[in-house]
């Protein structure tokens, strides 16, 4: 029967690379791996496994939101070993749930767990992934990797005490397809406990592949026999000859139990591949309890699990990040699919390509461009970006843009498109700026992340070009023309855990703004303004249901009076995101304020058969919402608003949640407003 390992004790004073400690232990674990595929007592067992593969995916620039599931598969294997290295997995179990119109498959080895902590030569999505990476503990793993222990473990199991040496383990040769990472080693025998590590780029592959890494637990069996007891595998996947902003995420989990040793399994057992799949109706007999999704374990939902963590600091700290990087080379940059093309109001239809080639292996430099049919305007950024560590980056930037004001975008931009182009329904408020400056960003998708920078740029007011096919558009935002230096520093928030079982997360942002007239005297008194803004997410699972409370805060403050800031740098709200039931950009001043709660029920929904992707789920969501804007400050140019207008409103979303409809009324002065649009997760590729 398995022993649960427990991991606790002393630290142990780091040694010296390759030292006598180091190199006794190593010589010991090589031979007891040896003698385990031979004449360790071992012949052969049996066990069962029970595992989930997990499809996510994460969009968006910076990756700003956790990995959203798209689908996940829950299965039961059938283990079987026999000495010296037979290996056979029979699937016996096997179901799925499907969130999203994707065919998603997997390469067969993912259907089963690592049997022997891998074998000399390491091979991973059946060769595609990894291929002939040798072992640390294999017979030339003390002449191709450097060890050194770094910490001391006692495990406790329910008849024993076991000492065990953690070590760290690089490759000599980074440049070479090694593995990086720790290694758990029982002080006396050399028994491998937990083998946890990456690949050095050049030992994957795939370049698709961002990283890779594999975490590996063992258990003692009937007090002689490590053998396998739990696995994690994450693999991060994106484009390489697109810049964009979307990752594929997959995730297996597993757990094995109930070992047999020693019970005389005959060899045709291991006759044919080895991870077969029983027959189909086997597959539907096996007795699964409860729904896929409300078992799957808690570290595969959140962004990073703290295994995956641990193996990439690890890595980072034993080599050079050139070891690690993803090599890339020239490829098509898109901030979404808007990028390409879109429709609004003063460039009428606009087309649109980029791209980002690295100079050197910390250096990237982009190019977009944009141009608009109606307004026959070219658009563009530039910009040159250094990376001396993974999580930081400096760049200096020129561009000649239209941007949007407000602080919330209300809308995709692809529908954004369509309604412009149908009925005139442009919601946006762009104004011209020109200019160039410098920026820094620190973190990453997984932590906080930081950005603070400097511009200095010319900005002004655009007037409408384009017409519509029905209606027609309203003005534009009456931008001052003038010259500003714009300082700025925010930061973004990772999705996680707050008190009482909710998620939070955050974002905030400061800027400073020094200004003048275009049409004043340049070395004249410059109005000083300062503008905050914030936004917070709190949700909170009440199963089924779910609750959701957003709020918006955005305030600006001008030392010259209230007729001292620009236009466009005020607060703007109105719209089906920061006010539904009231009209777009209705509320514009120097303080505005939303918050915004809705539950969101599941409802049964008929199915939609979709050819090749199999089916909806036979369920919807209904969404009832309560929102309150709050205005103080109005400006001269926009409606007199002062105060709290609330609305109500019921939301409908379906087809894998992908699509939401909402009806809204605005309680005070407002009107009936009816959206559509596609979930807010996939606006940022929109």
């Known amino acids: 029967m398995a022993s649960l390992v427990v991991f606790g004790g002393s630290r142990a004073r780091a040694q010296a690379w390759n030292d006598s400690t180091a190199d006794a232990l190593v010589t010991r674990a090589i031979a007891y791996r040896a003698r385990q595929l031979g004449d360790s007592g071992l012949t052969d067992y049996h066990a069962t496994a029970r ?27 059938e283990v079987y070993w026999h000495a010296p290295n037979l290996s056979k997995e029979i699937v016996v179990g096997h179901r ?88 758990y080693l029982e002080r006396t025998t050399g028994a491998l406990v937990r083998l946890a590590f990456t690949f050095t780029r050049s030992a994957i592959l795939d370049k698709r592949i961002e990283r890779l890494s594999v975490t590996l637990e063992n258990a003692l069996i009937e007090g002689r026999f490590w053998l396998p007891r739990r696995q994690e595998l994450e693999v991060v996947r994106s484009t ?19 070992y047999e040793v020693n019970r005389g399994i005959p060899l045709t057992r291991f006759v044919g591949a080895p991870i077969v799949s029983a027959p189909r109706r086997t597959l539907e007999r096996y007795p699964w309890h409860g729904r896929v999704l409300d078992s799957i374990p808690p570290d595969v939902r959140v962004a990073t699990s703290e295994d995956v963590r641990n193996v990439q600091e690890t890595a980072q700290r034993l080599v050079r990040a050139a070891a690690l990087r993803r090599a890339s080379s020239t490829a098509l940059s898109a901030r979404g699919i808007s990028d390409f093309a879109r429709i609004n109001r003063v460039e009428g239809l606009a087309l649109g390509a980029g791209v980002t080639e690295t100079l050197a292996p910390a250096w990237t430099t982009s190019l977009r461009a944009r141009y608009g049919v109606s307004d026959r305007a070219l658009k563009g950024d530039a910009a040159v970006t250094w990376h001396p560590f993974p999580n930081l980056g400096v760049s200096a930037h020129a ?222 969501t209904l969404i009832p919402f309560a929102h309150v804007a709050y205005l103080d400050h109005s400006a001269p140019f926009a409606p007199p608003r002062q105060g709290w207008y609330p ?28 959206d559509i649009d596609v979930a807010r997760e996939f606006w940022g590729v929109l």
């Open 96 to 183: 799925d749930t499907l969130l999203f119109p994707a065919n998603i498959e997997y390469y067969t080895d993912r259907y089963g767990i690592i049997q022997s902590n891998f074998p000399d030569s390491i091979r991973m999505g059946d060769g595609n992934d990894v291929r002939g990476v040798p072992h640390p503990l294999s017979p030339d793993g003390r002449d191709l990797y450097d060890f050194e222990i770094v910490d001391s473990l006692r495990l406790r199991t329910p008849d024993r005490s076991i000492d065990v040496y953690v070590a760290h383990v690089r490759p000599r040769d980074e440049s070479a397809p090694r593995v990086v990472g720790s290694i």
């Open 240 to 258: 390489t000859w697109l810049d964009y902003p979307v990752r594929g995420i997959i995730r297996g989990h597993w757990d094995a139990c109930c």
């Open 647 to 674: 609305a109500l409103g019921l939301g409908l979303s379906g087809i894998f949640d992908l699509i939401r409809l909402d009806l809204a009324r605005g309680l005070r002065d407002g009107r009936w407003t009816f």
């Open 399 to 620: 561009f000649r843009s239209y941007r949007d004001v407000g602080d919330v975008q209300e809308t995709s931009t692809l529908v954004n498109s369509l309604a412009s182009e149908l009925a005139g329904a442009d919601r946006t408020d762009p104004y011209y700026a020109r200019g160039g400056g410098l920026s820094v960003g620190f973190g990453d998708a997984d932590d906080l992340r930081w950005h603070a920078g400097v511009e200095r740029a010319a900005e002004g007011a655009l007037s409408v070009h384009a017409e519509p096919a029905f209606g027609h558009y309203g003005a534009t935002v009456p931008a001052w023309a003038i010259w500003d230096t714009r300082a700025t520093a925010g930061a973004d928030g990772p999705l996680v855990q707050g008190p009482l079982g909710t998620e939070w997360r955050a974002s905030t942002e400061i800027q400073g703004i020094w200004f003048h007239r275009r049409d004043s005297v340049l070395f004249e008194r410059q109005p000083l303004t300062g503008r905050f803004s914030g936004n917070v997410e709190v949700a909170r699972a009440t199963q089924p249901s779910r609750i959701v409370a957003r709020t918006t805060v955005a305030v600006v403050a001008s030392r010259g009076g209230s007729n001292a800031t620009p236009p466009q740098d005020l607060v703007f709200l109105g719209g089906p995101t920061s006010a539904p039931g009231y009209g777009y950009h209705e509320f514009v001043g120097r303080l505005g304020a939303s918050e915004h709660i809705e539950w969101r029920i599941p409802v049964p929904a008929p199915a939609i058969r979709l050819d090749g992707y199999g089916s909806t789920p036979h369920a919807a």
């Open 51 to 77: 595992g989930y593969l997990t499809f996510l995916a994460q969009v968006g620039p910076g990756y700003p939101d956790a990995p959203r599931i798209l689908k996940s598969d829950q299965l039961a294997v």
